[in-house]
């Protein structure tokens, strides 16, 4: 019940928002969509604190401790997204880069999108699963490509293409598994079902799923922004709105990587090799060490936290392909203190570029004098995302650092250095633009900074205090990664 | 499995061989076709023959549900998706030449190689597979193959996304081939999506030529020095 309002919820709203969505209540109505489906995640996680792990609707949807948090965080993160971009979308729409038909397909694509998102992460059936990432694709290359600029129908194109190129290797993968699985189960016996194919991994042909791998970490890399293949997302950040940078960032990047999770529990379990740990760990390794060496050469200041965003991605993953439980209990902690940052700096970054202007980092100055608040969050989040303690990212990097150095010390030096790099990189871009003499002006709209210290505040108690229920939930989802 | 399907293995089994021979050699052709209404029929004549074994499958092996998903690439392929891009390129008015950024030989070149590499690929797929496709799995990875190249050596909009629809087709061809189909409800959440797919490349190509005064992808230069 719980979990159908969940879904049913972004989507009755984003149909509602294609009708009405030129009225002025159309923002609002997004709030108030988003909120709901929040206490909807809400109530659904006390039911499975509560109850356990719960199979619904003829077991095409399922809840446990793994996918149950990242609803959770995705309705979180929606809900927050939703409210910053009602002051910055009045502030697009009063500079004259938004018309009003604009805004309606800006509003109603929100809400599906988060829909797809929660069908992504709330099905038990992998192909399902392809649909709504697909799906989510779609959505968010309308998103994208909302200003309708030479620059934004490029970025959105690039995205379209990598990405459509990209989820087709992950659909030959998931015929993989479906044709390993079925030899097993049976064509009745639910060969794509997530629940049914963990009961059999054992039994499931070694070499298919190992080939089935390959394809999906290919395929699902592409849309977590792993090296080779993260050509795509500066781009697609720097060119949309901010608040769907925001939501790319904080949440399809995180959807995309528990694709990849998913499907690595299944392959372990066939395997009883390292195979799909080392993959992982390689491509997180080669995503770590890239970006921040792009990093220092970036201009545009959306595209500097795109990258940052890949290079956080990469550590993610390298923390579950080392996998065991801290190790994994660090890369989902690291995804929640990621996403719930990398949002915050967004909707900072949003305003900063809006009262600048422009989104070139030189010309942005001063933003401290200006504005405090906008500032100081961009300051502090830059902090906390740099992995400065006593921040949650601190602590999670931590964690993936000491798990290395036990278990794989040469891969220590190559992360060391990635981070020390990223750090330099970005402190000085950051710092110059929240100090010196003013080159921003006022905004014609009241900015709502709520969400950017809700976000941190909540970071930094990550890092000083997690919550025991919470410890509890991530040792659980750790244990079911293995 | 009961005996009259045993006995008509040989025959059908040669017939779909045949499908997908002339599958792997539309695939070719698209790859060194330089022409944009050539290239719309030939992915239409790609759809019409995976719609063809589709269908001796589904009634040779009785697998019923695959007879839906004929009839659904029959729909989508071979008639709502190429009337689309006639309409799109009539509209568009690009019926022009095509240039490829390699040269041809070397391109078919490339794509014996990927063959190669795709059979070798798929062997060990193959002898496991119970299915009387089960020789045709390399063929279908080596149409995704192809139809990758293709996307990667095209620089116009509308190519680069025939090539797309036509890693569709290879990747439907290999579900077939190597499991009799995925679950329906997977196929049809498959189908929608890139049919909502077309429907955005189309609004996309518009959008493009009026920002850029062509549909050549090579105008978007801006990020690439970054």
């Known amino acids: 019940m719980e979990l159908a309002l969940v879904l049913a919820v972004p989507f009755v709203a984003s149909l509602l928002l294609a009708i009405v969505g030129h009225h002025h209540i159309a923002d609002r109505l997004n709030i108030v969509s988003s909120l709901l489906t929040l206490l909807a995640a809400a109530l659904l996680t006390i039911r499975v604190i509560g109850e356990g792990p719960m199979v619904l609707f003829q077991e095409q949807f399922f809840v446990d401790p793994l996918n149950v948090f990242l609803i959770a965080l995705t309705a979180l993160v929606g809900f927050t997204t939703s409210v910053f971009s009602r002051p910055y979308m009045r502030v697009e729409h009063h500079h004259g880069r938004l018309s009003v038909p604009r805004l309606r397909l800006y509003h109603s694509m929100f809400q599906m999108f988060m829909c797809t998102m929660l069908v992504a992460l709330a099905t038990n059936n992998l192909g399902i699963l392809w649909v709504a990432m697909e799906a989510a694709t779609l959505t968010t290359v309308l998103l994208v490509a909302l200003y309708r600029t030479p620059a934004s129908l490029e970025a959105a194109w690039k995205y379209f293409i990598l990405c459509g190129v990209g989820i087709a290797q992950a659909l030959f993968g998931t015929i993989l598994i479906y044709f390993a699985a079925e030899r097993v189960l049976g064509p009745l016996g639910g060969a794509l079902l997530w629940t049914h194919l963990d009961v059999v991994k054992m039994s499931l042909e070694p070499t298919v799923l190992s080939l089935a791998f390959v394809f999906l970490i290919v395929g699902y890399g592409t849309k977590t922004g792993l090296v080779p293949l993260h050509n795509w997302l500066p781009d697609a950040h720097a060119e949309g709105p901010t608040p769907v940078s925001a939501v790319l960032s904080g949440l399809l990047l995180n959807v995309a990587l528990y694709a990849v999770v998913r499907c690595k529990v299944l392959v372990d379990g066939a395997l009883e090799s390292h195979f799909a740990g080392n993959l992982m760990m390689g491509f997180g390794l080669l995503t770590v060490t890239v970006p921040a060496f792009y990093l220092s050469r970036q201009k545009d200041i959306k595209r500097l936290f795109g990258f940052s965003s890949i290079e956080h991605m990469g550590l993610i993953t390298f923390a579950f392909g080392m996998g065991g439980p801290v190790a994994s209990f660090a890369g989902l902690l690291h995804m929640t203190v990621h996403s719930l940052t990398k949002s915050a700096i967004f909707f900072a970054v949003g305003h900063a570029s809006q009262m600048a202007g422009t989104q070139i980092i030189a010309d942005i100055k001063g933003l401290l004098k200006r504005s405090p608040t906008i500032g100081w969050g961009l300051m502090l989040g830059s902090l906390a995302i740099l992995g400065m303690p006593p921040f949650g990212v601190f602590t999670s990097e931590f964690m993936i650092l000491t798990t290395a150095i036990k278990h794989y010390p040469w891969a220590t030096p190559v992360l060391l250095t990635s981070l020390g790099v990223a750090f330099a990189a970005m402190f000085g871009k950051v710092q110059a633009m929240a100090f010196g003499d003013p080159t921003v002006q006022p905004l014609p709209h009241n900015p709502a900074l709520l969400p950017v210290f809700v976000h941190l505040g909540l970071v930094l108690m990550l890092g000083l205090w997690i919550p025991p229920y919470l410890a509890e939930w991530y040792r659980q989802a750790a244990r079911l990664i293995g | ?226």
């Not at chain 2, 490829?100 to 078919?108: D, E, G, Q, R, V």
């Not at chain 2, 798929?122 to 496709?133: D, H, K, V």
């Open chain 2, 1 to 226: 499995m009961n005996l009259s399907i045993l006995h008509a293995v040989p025959l059908a089994g040669q017939v779909i061989n045949l499908c997908a021979a002339i599958m792997l050699l539309l695939g070719f052709a698209m790859l060194a076709q330089r022409r944009i209404l050539t290239l719309i029929n030939l992915f239409m004549m790609q759809g019409a023959v995976l719609a063809v074994s589709t269908a001796i499958v589904a009634l040779t092996t009785q697998q019923h549900h695959l007879l839906w998903s004929a009839g659904l690439t029959l729909i989508l392929k071979v008639i709502l998706l190429p009337y689309i891009l006639h309409r799109l390129i009539r509209r568009l008015s690009v019926k022009w030449d095509i240039e490829t950024l390699l040269n041809i030989p070397t391109t078919m070149l490339a794509g014996i190689a990927l063959v190669v590499i795709a059979f070798n690929v798929a062997q060990p797929i193959s002898q496991l597979s119970g299915t009387i496709m089960r020789a045709t799995i390399g063929i279908a990875l080596a149409c995704v193959l192809l139809a990758f190249l293709m996307m990667i050596t095209r620089s116009k909009a509308v190519p680069q996304v025939i090539a797309f629809l036509a890693m569709e087709n290879g990747l439907f061809f290999a579900a077939t081939s190597a499991t009799y189909g995925m679950p329906m409800v997977v196929e049809l959440g498959i189908a929608l999506d890139v049919l909502v797919g077309m429907v955005i490349f189309g609004v996309f190509f518009f959008q493009i030529r009026e920002q850029f005064d062509s549909l050549d992808i090579r105008h978007m230069e801006r990020f690439k020095e970054r």
